[in-house]
Protein backbone atom coordinates (compact mmCIF):
# COMPACT_ATOMS: atom_id res chain seq x y z
CA UNK A 1 0.00 0.00 0.00
CA UNK A 2 1.30 3.24 -0.27
CA UNK A 3 1.40 4.22 3.17
CA UNK A 4 4.03 4.38 5.68
CA UNK A 5 2.70 2.75 9.16
CA UNK A 6 4.36 3.12 12.58
CA UNK A 7 2.56 1.22 15.28
CA UNK A 8 3.34 0.82 18.75
CA UNK A 9 2.29 -2.26 20.12
CA UNK A 10 1.90 -3.01 24.05
CA UNK A 11 1.96 -6.76 25.23
CA UNK A 12 1.34 -7.78 28.69
CA UNK A 13 1.18 -11.33 29.77
CA UNK A 14 0.46 -13.04 32.68
CA UNK A 15 0.00 -16.19 34.64
CA UNK A 16 3.37 -18.16 34.42
CA UNK A 17 6.33 -17.98 36.10
CA UNK A 18 7.54 -19.91 39.09
CA UNK A 19 4.51 -18.96 41.54
CA UNK A 20 2.01 -18.44 38.77
CA UNK A 21 2.47 -14.92 39.48
CA UNK A 22 4.60 -14.08 36.52
CA UNK A 23 4.25 -10.86 34.72
CA UNK A 24 6.11 -10.19 30.83
CA UNK A 25 6.04 -6.87 28.97
CA UNK A 26 6.81 -5.91 25.69
CA UNK A 27 6.50 -2.52 23.81
CA UNK A 28 7.11 -3.59 20.09
CA UNK A 29 7.96 -0.67 17.87
CA UNK A 30 7.77 -1.97 14.22
CA UNK A 31 7.40 0.63 11.08
CA UNK A 32 6.27 -0.58 7.72
CA UNK A 33 7.79 1.50 4.84
CA UNK A 34 7.00 0.50 1.15
CA UNK A 35 9.80 1.72 -0.94
CA UNK A 36 8.97 2.13 -5.01
CA UNK A 37 11.50 -0.01 -6.56
CA UNK A 38 10.22 -0.28 -10.15
CA UNK A 39 6.85 0.70 -12.16
CA UNK A 40 4.95 -2.69 -10.60
CA UNK A 41 7.14 -3.64 -7.63
CA UNK A 42 7.57 -2.28 -4.23
CA UNK A 43 9.99 -2.83 -1.33
CA UNK A 44 8.08 -2.99 2.46
CA UNK A 45 10.44 -2.82 4.78
CA UNK A 46 9.42 -4.00 8.04
CA UNK A 47 11.09 -3.77 11.52
CA UNK A 48 10.29 -4.69 15.02
CA UNK A 49 12.27 -3.60 17.53
CA UNK A 50 11.06 -4.61 21.22
CA UNK A 51 11.41 -3.46 24.28
CA UNK A 52 11.27 -5.45 27.18
CA UNK A 53 10.46 -5.98 31.09
CA UNK A 54 9.87 -9.08 33.03
CA UNK A 55 8.67 -9.62 36.17
CA UNK A 56 9.01 -12.48 38.88
CA UNK A 57 9.24 -15.41 35.81
CA UNK A 58 12.87 -16.68 36.86
CA UNK A 59 13.06 -18.66 40.99
CA UNK A 60 14.72 -15.60 41.99
CA UNK A 61 11.73 -13.27 41.89
CA UNK A 62 13.90 -10.63 40.24
CA UNK A 63 13.19 -7.96 37.57
CA UNK A 64 14.44 -7.65 34.19
CA UNK A 65 14.55 -4.29 31.84
CA UNK A 66 16.26 -4.37 28.49
CA UNK A 67 16.06 -4.64 24.54
CA UNK A 68 15.25 -8.14 22.86
CA UNK A 69 16.65 -9.19 19.12
CA UNK A 70 15.67 -6.86 16.28
CA UNK A 71 13.71 -8.21 13.13
CA UNK A 72 14.21 -6.68 9.78
CA UNK A 73 11.93 -8.05 7.03
CA UNK A 74 12.11 -6.95 3.20
CA UNK A 75 9.32 -8.12 1.26
CA UNK A 76 9.38 -7.90 -2.56
CA UNK A 77 6.24 -6.91 -3.42
CA UNK A 78 3.79 -6.39 -6.86
CA UNK A 79 1.79 -3.05 -6.38
CA UNK A 80 -1.32 -4.52 -7.81
CA UNK A 81 -3.01 -7.79 -6.65
CA UNK A 82 -3.48 -10.71 -8.77
CA UNK A 83 -6.52 -11.37 -10.73
CA UNK A 84 -8.02 -13.76 -8.07
CA UNK A 85 -7.09 -10.77 -5.81
CA UNK A 86 -4.19 -12.28 -3.94
CA UNK A 87 -1.38 -9.73 -2.46
CA UNK A 88 2.04 -11.08 -1.58
CA UNK A 89 5.17 -10.60 -0.42
CA UNK A 90 8.67 -12.82 0.13
CA UNK A 91 12.00 -11.59 0.59
CA UNK A 92 14.95 -12.61 3.66
CA UNK A 93 14.66 -11.43 7.04
CA UNK A 94 17.38 -10.34 9.65
CA UNK A 95 17.85 -10.98 13.28
CA UNK A 96 20.34 -8.17 14.81
CA UNK A 97 21.64 -9.05 18.13
CA UNK A 98 20.33 -6.57 20.09
CA UNK A 99 19.76 -8.44 23.42
CA UNK A 100 20.40 -7.45 26.65
CA UNK A 101 19.87 -10.08 28.46
CA UNK A 102 19.56 -13.92 27.80
CA UNK A 103 15.84 -14.24 29.33
CA UNK A 104 15.15 -11.80 26.42
CA UNK A 105 16.53 -14.44 24.09
CA UNK A 106 20.48 -15.24 22.02
CA UNK A 107 21.81 -12.30 21.16
CA UNK A 108 23.19 -13.91 17.54
CA UNK A 109 23.29 -12.52 14.27
CA UNK A 110 20.63 -14.75 12.53
CA UNK A 111 18.77 -14.99 9.15
CA UNK A 112 16.04 -16.54 7.01
CA UNK A 113 13.12 -16.16 4.48
CA UNK A 114 9.76 -14.58 5.16
CA UNK A 115 6.46 -14.28 3.10
CA UNK A 116 3.20 -12.75 3.11
CA UNK A 117 -0.29 -13.50 1.58
CA UNK A 118 -3.63 -12.14 2.08
CA UNK A 119 -7.03 -11.33 0.40
CA UNK A 120 -8.98 -8.43 0.62
CA UNK A 121 -12.79 -9.62 -0.11
CA UNK A 122 -15.29 -6.60 0.66
CA UNK A 123 -15.01 -6.06 4.22
CA UNK A 124 -12.62 -9.27 4.99
CA UNK A 125 -8.99 -9.31 5.45
CA UNK A 126 -7.56 -12.97 5.54
CA UNK A 127 -4.03 -13.96 5.42
CA UNK A 128 -0.59 -15.27 7.18
CA UNK A 129 2.84 -14.04 7.72
CA UNK A 130 5.30 -16.12 8.36
CA UNK A 131 9.25 -16.30 8.41
CA UNK A 132 11.70 -18.69 9.84
CA UNK A 133 15.19 -17.69 11.28
CA UNK A 134 18.61 -19.21 11.93
CA UNK A 135 21.52 -17.76 13.54
CA UNK A 136 24.79 -17.71 12.03
CA UNK A 137 26.58 -19.91 14.74
CA UNK A 138 24.93 -21.91 16.99
CA UNK A 139 21.86 -23.16 15.40
CA UNK A 140 21.61 -26.57 16.51
CA UNK A 141 22.58 -25.03 20.63
CA UNK A 142 20.31 -23.53 23.70
CA UNK A 143 22.31 -20.24 22.97
CA UNK A 144 21.48 -20.02 19.18
CA UNK A 145 18.56 -19.41 17.25
CA UNK A 146 16.33 -21.85 15.10
CA UNK A 147 12.91 -20.39 15.17
CA UNK A 148 9.94 -20.40 12.97
CA UNK A 149 7.09 -18.00 13.18
CA UNK A 150 3.41 -18.17 11.70
CA UNK A 151 0.74 -15.43 11.90
CA UNK A 152 -2.83 -16.17 10.67
CA UNK A 153 -4.51 -12.95 10.96
CA UNK A 154 -8.73 -12.14 9.85
CA UNK A 155 -10.07 -8.37 9.56
CA UNK A 156 -13.69 -7.79 9.47
CA UNK A 157 -14.36 -4.00 8.18
CA UNK A 158 -17.49 -2.56 10.09
CA UNK A 159 -17.49 0.60 9.03
CA UNK A 160 -16.55 4.12 10.20
CA UNK A 161 -13.16 3.57 10.52
CA UNK A 162 -13.99 0.40 13.12
CA UNK A 163 -12.69 -3.14 12.43
CA UNK A 164 -12.57 -6.71 14.31
CA UNK A 165 -9.55 -8.26 14.35
CA UNK A 166 -8.07 -11.33 15.25
CA UNK A 167 -4.38 -13.24 14.93
CA UNK A 168 -2.48 -16.32 16.14
CA UNK A 169 1.20 -15.26 16.43
CA UNK A 170 2.35 -18.71 16.52
CA UNK A 171 6.24 -19.42 17.19
CA UNK A 172 8.27 -22.89 17.45
CA UNK A 173 11.54 -23.07 18.87
CA UNK A 174 13.31 -26.52 17.03
CA UNK A 175 16.07 -26.74 19.27
CA UNK A 176 13.96 -26.37 22.79
CA UNK A 177 10.64 -27.63 20.95
CA UNK A 178 8.34 -25.75 22.33
CA UNK A 179 5.46 -23.62 21.30
CA UNK A 180 4.14 -20.02 21.89
CA UNK A 181 0.99 -19.35 20.51
CA UNK A 182 -0.73 -16.27 21.90
CA UNK A 183 -4.30 -15.57 20.21
CA UNK A 184 -5.30 -12.23 19.98
CA UNK A 185 -8.90 -10.84 19.31
CA UNK A 186 -10.30 -6.95 19.42
CA UNK A 187 -11.58 -3.99 17.73
CA UNK A 188 -9.38 -1.21 16.54
CA UNK A 189 -10.87 2.50 15.06
CA UNK A 190 -8.86 4.99 12.87
CA UNK A 191 -9.44 8.53 13.80
CA UNK A 192 -7.33 11.68 13.31
CA UNK A 193 -5.54 14.35 15.54
CA UNK A 194 -5.27 17.14 14.37
CA UNK A 195 -3.82 16.32 10.25
CA UNK A 196 -2.27 13.28 11.56
CA UNK A 197 -4.12 9.89 11.01
CA UNK A 198 -3.94 7.18 13.68
CA UNK A 199 -5.24 3.61 14.78
CA UNK A 200 -5.95 2.38 17.82
CA UNK A 201 -6.63 -1.44 18.78
CA UNK A 202 -7.50 -3.03 22.24
CA UNK A 203 -8.00 -6.44 22.55
CA UNK A 204 -7.40 -9.79 24.56
CA UNK A 205 -4.64 -12.43 24.73
CA UNK A 206 -5.22 -16.05 25.38
CA UNK A 207 -1.96 -18.32 25.04
CA UNK A 208 -2.96 -21.53 23.28
CA UNK A 209 0.52 -22.98 23.90
CA UNK A 210 3.45 -21.96 26.16
CA UNK A 211 6.91 -23.33 27.35
CA UNK A 212 6.66 -24.66 30.88
CA UNK A 213 6.23 -21.44 33.20
CA UNK A 214 5.13 -19.47 30.37
CA UNK A 215 2.36 -17.26 30.49
CA UNK A 216 -1.31 -17.88 30.08
CA UNK A 217 -3.33 -14.76 29.29
CA UNK A 218 -3.09 -10.64 28.34
CA UNK A 219 -3.31 -7.69 26.56
CA UNK A 220 -2.29 -6.08 24.03
CA UNK A 221 -3.21 -2.31 22.65
CA UNK A 222 -1.17 -0.77 19.59
CA UNK A 223 -1.16 3.22 18.62
CA UNK A 224 -0.46 3.25 15.23
CA UNK A 225 0.50 6.32 13.11
CA UNK A 226 -0.51 6.64 9.35
CA UNK A 227 1.38 8.54 6.98
CA UNK A 228 -0.15 8.32 3.26
CA UNK A 229 2.53 8.57 0.56
CA UNK A 230 2.14 9.37 -3.03
CA UNK A 231 1.88 6.96 -5.61
CA UNK A 232 4.67 6.27 -8.73
Known amino acids: ANLISVPFQWNAAYGGGVDDDGQWYTLNIQPVIPISIAPDWNLIVRTIVPVMGREDVSPLDSSERGFGNTLQSFFFSPKAPTAGGLIWGVGPAFNYPTSTDPMFGPSKWGAGPTGVALIQKGPVTAGILANQIWSFEDSDQPDG ?50 GQAMSLYAGGTYYLASPDGGPEWGFQTTLTFLFPTKKK
Open 145 to 194: INAAFMQPFFAYSLGKGWTVNANIQASYDWVGKDWTAPMNAGVSKVFHVG
